[in-house]
């Protein structure tokens, strides 16, 4: 056993969330069996945006031809704050100081930025932040240790245009088999808001008629998440499918209806990204026809709105807030805010992990000797609104 028992970061708010604003408040513990010899032991707090991705071109011509890998990127920083917690601060003189055998715990505050951007982690970028403590020997490698944590910028849907908005979409196809050329499949489908929070069920309605002499294998919807990248000199995007719900097959001459079917939005970042300039975020749900055999499907896509914090008419229809009558259904929970800069979610809701599961937060300047936990699966506000009310009719 070396003279380090422990070295770890711990966060008073077990959950590891905060809002942009929050103090950022936990201790360093570092236990020794043996005394030990140290220029210092630091904390060093890290939050930024990264993209990058590689592609393959073509250059020259003739015997001239070559293939060349360009790298697109681009970074923000948003935190890069260091905290000597004992010991010598960075390039002093002097000798080292020496830490007796024993347990010690470092305490230590950080006021986050306003409007920092939520965590994510995706394909081609990230927004992360973290902790790294690091015990700086002489001579010798270094101690470190690390620990992300999850920043969520709450986007308020009641201040988001559109969200209380109702979308409709309708389209059709005809299908063709060998020779022969059937009637069209057509489809509407409309959702009555565009804005919703994780946790909420969107309740889809539509209408397939089947007006063609084949079976439809089935009708089903799907959430979608487009990750929009910027690097230095170039753009690009990504999708992901993030919930989908089925529906049986469609016989010829039959008609389906969609009647509220309801479509769970998992824990997911907000809409936008607001804060980030080098990555945004988009969501939109889209109603399939598939045909059984050979045959493209029908499909009408509609954009929907991610938020943090939900409308004021939702929570009305679940019966967690009085109703309001006239134009002003959608006024936002005035006293339930403690600061515009970080505004407070109208009720308190939970948080669930990221549908997209564990990142592995090891980076180039990690070392093999790094500790804490390696793996970060940053979380998202999620109402459990399914386990506490139901939703009650419209109000008139």
Known sequence: MGKLNIFEITLNNPQGVYNPGQFLEGHVVVDLNKEMTMRAIRLHLYGGADVRWTENHTSGTGKNRKNVTKIYSATETYINYELVLFGKAPHLEGDNPTLPAGRYTYPFQYHLPVGIPSSFEGTFGRVRYWLCGTIDKPWKFDHTTKKAFTVINLLDLN????????????????????????????????????????????????????????????????????????????????????????????????????????????????????????????????????????????????????GSIPLRYALEQYGLAPRTE?????????????????????????????????????????????????NFTPVYTFYNWGETAQPSAPPP
Request: aromatic residues 6%.
């Open 159 to 306: 201040t988001e245009p559109g969200s209380m908005d109702g979308i409709r979409g309708e389209g059709q196809k005809t299908l063709c088999c060998l020779c022969c050329k059937s009637g069209p499949i057509s489809c509407t489908f409309q959702i009555d808001r565009c804005g919703y929070v994780p946790g909420e069920a969107i309740p889809l309605k539509g209408e397939i008629i089947n007006h063609s002499n084949r079976r439809m294998k089935r009708s089903y919807a799907q959430l979608y998440m487009v990750r929009y990248y910027h690097a230095t000199r170039k753009s690009r995007s990504d999708i992901q499918k993030i919930a989908e719900i089925s529906r049986g097959a469609i016989l010829p001459g039959d008609t389906d209806v969609w009647n509220g079917d309801p479509l769970l939005i998992p824990p997911v970042p907000p809409s936008k990204l607001p804060g980030c300039r080098i990555i945004a975020l988009e969501y939109f749900i889209k109603l399939c026809v598939e045909p059984a055999g050979p045959g493209f499907q029908l499909e009408i896509p509609l954009s929907v709105i991610i």
């Open 326 to 374: 006239g134009p002003h259904q959608s006024q936002l929970y005035q006293d339930s805010r403690q600061s515009s800069a970080s505004p407070l979610p109208p009720m308190p809701p939970s948080y669930a992990e990221s549908v997209f599961g564990a990142v592995n937060i090891k980076d180039d300047d990690d070392s093999e000797h790094t500790k804490g936990n390696m």
